[in-house]
Structures are given as C-alpha cells and as structure tokens.
C-alpha cells in the first residue's frame, strides 16, 4: 500500500510540471492532463481516508496545525480549479462547458490554479523531512545549501511572472510566452514548485522545533529568508519583473477567446 501512495505521489508531481506549461502543451493535452490530475487526487484521497477519520481526533500541536491547513486549503482550491477548468473544457468534457458562467469561471481558474500550485508545493515540503530523516548531517548540509539557492531562482522567477497579482485578482489574464523553449519552461516551473516546497519544508522545521533547546527553528529561518534575498537580488539584477506592455506589445500575447483555458498556466 505504502508503495501504492508513494507511486501516485511521484505522479501527482509529475504531471503538475506540464499541467503548468499550456504554452507547451496546447489546449487538448492540457484538458486531459487535468482530468488526469484530478483522478490522481481522488485516488490520493481514497488511500489516504484515514487523514479524514483521524481529522477531529486527538491533538494538535504546531506542525498538525500547519499541515491540516495547508491540505485543507489545498484541496478547496484544487476542487475550485477543476470545476472552473471543466467549465471551459472543449475536449475532454466539453458536456460540462459553462457549468460555471465562463467569465467568472476564467477569473476563478486563474487565481486557484496559481493557489493550488503554490499549496501543492507547500505540501510536498511537508513531507521532505521524513524522506530525508536517514541522511547523514553532512549530505543534508550541502543539499540545504544548494536548494537554498534553487528555491532563489524559483522565487525570482514567481516575482517575474507576476503570479502575485494573479492569485489576488488583480490580473484577470495571464502573459505566457509562446515562444519560449519548452524545456525551459519545464525547468522554470520545476524551480517555482522547489521554492515553495522548500519553504513547507523549513516551516515545518521551525514549527517542529519549538521549545527546544537547538538552532534547528533559527537555521531553518535563515534558510527561508536566504533564498527570499537570492530571488530578489536576482530580480533587480535582471531588471525587475517584466512589463505586461511589452508582452501585449509582442506576438506571444494571445487572444483570451482562443486560450480560453491556456491563458491559466497551471489549471484544469
């Protein structure tokens, strides 16, 4: 069973890279992929049901607090983008379109799909410290240490993407590069989810560590607040995040009827 979880968790992962990059993949494969996405949850849900049994037992220290959250809010936006993104399906169930009004289904795809990519991210950091609890002090050393400047990178590119006005309603529409490399944007998007998961994993450390006696809550805050620095000495080296003038100014800007889905880089 345990090999079971670990194999739809690997590909949850997986299949979120590409979901991300619609400039890619186009419309029909990135409706697919969706649908795939959510049968992955619903099977994630299934072999994980006792989450849900033990939900309002026992009691909640720090870290059950931060990760009950954290999967709540998850899985309400997740369902949020998939009824949204189903809304405006043409291919995969296009028997659902308009189930939600697609303007208002648009504007919803946008902002959660960027929330449940970010909250993912935060999850899968969750659990890193039990993936890496049997590593030698040194190794884990030089990993803190090079994901500390990976996760730079993810932040950078999160503030030149202009996600942040995005997932607070303050751009309906979002700006994808059409031609950009495909596997540049695979890495791009690996970066953003190492940022996020680095920090679900250090804010489970701090959490954790609590009222003891150790540097781990001081470490694990330095480790945050070093890659926050790399991805903002990163953004004012290249120049600040990029100018939407410039991408309506350009021929990768699509029109909004003909990415009806894709304008939402990472929804269902």
């Known amino acids: 069973m345990n090999r079971i979880k670990r194999m739809i968790d690997a590909l949850l992962t997986i299949v979120l890279i590409p ?10 494969l990135h409706e697919w992929l969706g649908i795939t ?34 999967n709540v809010l998850l ?5 949020l983008t998939a009824i949204s993104g189903m809304s405006m399906s043409n291919h995969a169930v296009p028997f659902l379109y308009n189930l939600v009004n697609v303007n208002t289904a648009r504007v919803m795809h946008l902002a959660f799909s960027y929330w449940s990519f970010i909250l993912m991210g935060l999850h899968i950091g969750l659990h890193i410290g039990a993936m890496t609890a049997r590593m030698q002090k040194n190794i884990k050393m030089v990993l803190s ?8 990178y993810g932040f950078y590119l999160f503030l030149k993407s202009g996600i942040a006005s995005y997932i607070t309603f303050k751009t309906h529409f979002a700006f994808l590069d059409y031609e950009k490399n495909a596997g540049l944007v695979f890495v791009e998007n690996i970066a953003m989810i190492i940022f996020f998961a680095f920090i679900g994993h250090n804010l489970a450390n701090v959490v954790k560590g609590l009222g003891k006696n150790d540097n781990s809550v001081l470490k694990s805050l330095m480790y945050i607040m070093m890659s926050v620095i790399v991805g903002f000495v990163l953004n004012m080296a290249v120049g600040g995040n990029v100018s939407t003038d410039n991408v309506w100014q350009s021929n990768t800007f699509q029109n909004v009827e003909t990415i009806k889905m894709g304008m939402l880089m990472n929804g269902l």
């Open 145 to 152: 240490i090079a994901f500390t400047i990976i996760a730079g």
């Open 19 to 28: 979901l991300m990059a619609y400039q890619v993949t186009g419309e029909a």
């Open 37 to 70: 996405m959510v049968l992955l949850v619903i099977i994630h849900q299934v072999l994980n049901r006792k989450w849900y049994v033990a939900l309002f037992k026992g009691n909640y220290q720090a870290f059950r607090i931060l990760s009950t959250v954290i």
């Open 75 to 79: 899985l309400v936006s997740f369902a």
